[in-house]
């Protein structure tokens, strides 16, 4: 989808549903007045007509992710063409607007120095003399960063021109169309305050994010992408989970020490002695001797009968008839 917005102007961009929409979640309110801004930067930056014009809005969309205003005039945040893309390049303003956010800085500036105003400076010590009104030209001969923190801690660095010079050969992209060209004392003061944050402030996590898109290439963003995509993502996740082919748990058998076992028997035995007998466990028994009381001979001459032909004694046929009959004891 984004390749075939790529040529599309963006003036005609920010009218499409899905664009409007992405910039919609991230601005509410304010996605009017962003997409107008776009559209004026594109118009007074022609350079910028010519690169893919989803990357336009996607470099603008760093700016508004970390709240800073991206009207070229400010210097917060510059949109910058490099290889057919637009990249977002922070201002030193831009800088000084978050470190201010953190709440941890008591004091913070840059200055450009021109010749006669600087006295002395000592790298080791950073113990730097400064006096503006001995200036003698308006000649550029470096800059000046500086900030202290809340509890004390503070900090000065100089570059002179010849090494801001030699940085901007180094890391300059795009050229004739940078600020570099358009504002150098801007991008010189830019770069002393980053190197100096970088190196000895506290980095807030919006201002370590900053440091992360500064002219880096802005991330492809899904315009189609909205939380319907992403639960609909979610339950087709889900269902592949579901439909593969799951493996019987297998109950390993537990293994009962002897210990365990001698303690299992222990417990067991003392709940029976310590259990009463219920009522059906009497009944059981009554209904034991009624059995046995039923299975009493009625005729003994019957029952010695079923034993061959042997004849009756006295002593047998009197036992039987007592039998199963309770005895007592002399």
Do not use: C
Request: aromatic residues 6%; negative net charge; glycine residues 4%.
């Amino acid at each position: 989808m984004n390749n075939q917005l790529a040529k599309v102007p963006v003036k005609q961009l920010v009218q499409n549903d899905k664009v409007k929409g992405m910039i919609a979640n991230v601005l509410h309110e304010r996605a009017p007045q962003f997409a107008t801004s776009i559209v004026s930067i594109v118009n007074s930056n022609r350079s910028l007509a010519n690169v893919d014009q989803m990357s336009v809005i996607q470099s603008a969309m760093v700016a508004a992710t970390l709240d800073l205003p991206i009207d070229q005039n400010l210097g917060y945040v510059w949109l910058v063409p490099y290889k057919g893309k637009a990249q977002a390049q922070i201002g030193y303003k831009g800088y000084i607007q978050l470190a201010q956010r953190s709440g941890q800085y008591r004091a913070m500036n840059a200055v450009t120095v021109h010749e006669g105003e600087l006295t002395s400076w000592n790298p080791l010590t950073e113990e730097i003399g400064y006096d503006p009104t001995k200036r003698a030209s308006d000649n550029v001969i470096g800059y000046i960063g500086y900030f202290k923190l809340l509890n004390g801690f503070e900090k000065t660095v100089y570059w002179s021109r010849e090494q801001i010079e030699a940085h901007r050969q180094r890391f300059s992209k795009a050229g004739g169309n940078s600020p570099w060209a358009s504002d150098f004392d801007a991008m010189a003061l830019k770069t002393v305050l980053k190197s100096m944050l970088t190196k000895w402030g506290p980095m807030s996590t919006q201002l370590a994010e900053a440091v992360s898109k500064d002219e880096a290439e802005p991330e492809t963003v899904n315009v189609e992408a909205n939380e319907t995509t992403k639960d609909k993502q979610a339950e087709d996740l889900f269902n592949q989970v579901s439909e593969l082919p799951q493996e019987p748990i297998k109950e390993e058998p537990k293994v009962i020490t002897p210990k365990e076992k001698k303690k299992a028997t222990r417990k067991t035995t003392a709940t029976k002695k310590a259990e009463p007998k219920s009522v059906g466990a009497k009944e059981t028994a009554v209904a034991k001797e009624e059995k046995v009381a039923d299975e009493k001979p009625e005729d003994v001459a019957e029952i010695i009968a079923t034993v061959g032909n042997e004849e009756p004694d006295k002593k047998q046929t009197e036992l039987l008839n007592h039998w199963n009959e309770p005895t007592s004891e002399d």
